[in-house]
Protein backbone atom coordinates (compact mmCIF):
# COMPACT_ATOMS: atom_id res chain seq x y z
CA UNK A 1 0.00 0.00 0.00
CA UNK A 2 3.13 2.11 1.07
CA UNK A 3 4.61 2.36 -2.72
CA UNK A 4 1.23 3.16 -4.62
CA UNK A 5 0.67 5.77 -2.33
CA UNK A 6 4.29 6.75 -2.91
CA UNK A 7 3.53 6.97 -6.90
CA UNK A 8 0.32 8.60 -6.24
CA UNK A 9 2.29 11.27 -4.68
CA UNK A 10 4.89 11.17 -7.11
CA UNK A 11 2.72 11.50 -10.27
CA UNK A 12 0.98 14.40 -8.38
CA UNK A 13 4.32 16.20 -7.95
CA UNK A 14 4.88 15.85 -11.45
CA UNK A 15 1.78 17.49 -12.64
CA UNK A 16 2.00 20.49 -10.19
CA UNK A 17 5.54 21.24 -11.62
CA UNK A 18 4.68 20.56 -15.33
CA UNK A 19 1.95 23.27 -14.66
CA UNK A 20 4.22 25.30 -12.90
CA UNK A 21 6.94 25.29 -15.32
CA UNK A 22 4.63 25.71 -18.56
CA UNK A 23 3.18 29.01 -17.14
CA UNK A 24 6.88 29.95 -15.89
CA UNK A 25 8.22 29.27 -19.31
CA UNK A 26 5.50 30.89 -21.07
CA UNK A 27 5.70 33.71 -19.65
CA UNK A 28 9.82 34.60 -20.58
CA UNK A 29 9.40 32.65 -24.06
CA UNK A 30 6.89 30.73 -26.25
CA UNK A 31 8.81 28.09 -27.94
CA UNK A 32 9.46 24.34 -26.42
CA UNK A 33 7.33 25.05 -23.49
CA UNK A 34 5.29 21.67 -23.18
CA UNK A 35 8.67 20.18 -24.08
CA UNK A 36 10.91 21.55 -21.25
CA UNK A 37 7.92 21.45 -19.13
CA UNK A 38 7.24 17.72 -19.51
CA UNK A 39 11.49 17.28 -18.88
CA UNK A 40 10.63 19.39 -15.71
CA UNK A 41 7.69 17.35 -14.66
CA UNK A 42 9.75 13.81 -15.38
CA UNK A 43 12.56 15.05 -13.62
CA UNK A 44 10.35 15.51 -10.30
CA UNK A 45 8.16 12.05 -10.70
CA UNK A 46 11.60 10.12 -11.15
CA UNK A 47 13.09 12.02 -7.97
CA UNK A 48 10.11 12.13 -5.70
CA UNK A 49 9.73 8.38 -6.51
CA UNK A 50 13.65 7.15 -5.86
CA UNK A 51 13.31 9.58 -2.60
CA UNK A 52 9.59 7.78 -1.03
CA UNK A 53 11.08 4.30 -1.88
CA UNK A 54 14.44 4.73 -0.23
CA UNK A 55 12.94 6.71 2.46
CA UNK A 56 10.22 4.17 2.80
CA UNK A 57 12.61 1.11 2.34
CA UNK A 58 15.10 2.24 4.91
CA UNK A 59 13.00 0.71 8.17
CA UNK A 60 11.48 -1.51 6.92
CA UNK A 61 11.93 -5.02 7.86
CA UNK A 62 14.60 -7.60 7.56
CA UNK A 63 14.51 -9.85 3.64
CA UNK A 64 15.84 -12.95 5.29
CA UNK A 65 13.87 -13.67 7.76
CA UNK A 66 10.82 -16.17 7.82
CA UNK A 67 7.33 -15.95 8.89
CA UNK A 68 5.32 -19.05 10.46
CA UNK A 69 1.40 -18.58 10.93
CA UNK A 70 -0.57 -19.07 14.05
CA UNK A 71 -1.04 -22.87 15.15
CA UNK A 72 -3.66 -24.62 16.05
CA UNK A 73 -2.55 -27.36 19.09
CA UNK A 74 -4.95 -29.06 21.48
CA UNK A 75 -7.21 -26.74 21.17
CA UNK A 76 -5.26 -23.82 22.08
CA UNK A 77 -3.90 -21.11 19.42
CA UNK A 78 -0.35 -20.80 19.62
CA UNK A 79 0.87 -17.17 17.86
CA UNK A 80 2.89 -16.93 14.66
CA UNK A 81 6.21 -15.52 15.06
CA UNK A 82 9.37 -14.35 12.83
CA UNK A 83 12.53 -16.18 13.07
CA UNK A 84 15.87 -16.60 10.80
Do not use: H, Q
Amino acid sequence: MRRYLVIIVAALVAVLVFFFATKLIKRFTKKNSVYYSIICGLVAFIIVLLFGFFLLENNSGEIDLKYFPPKYINGKVLDGEFSK
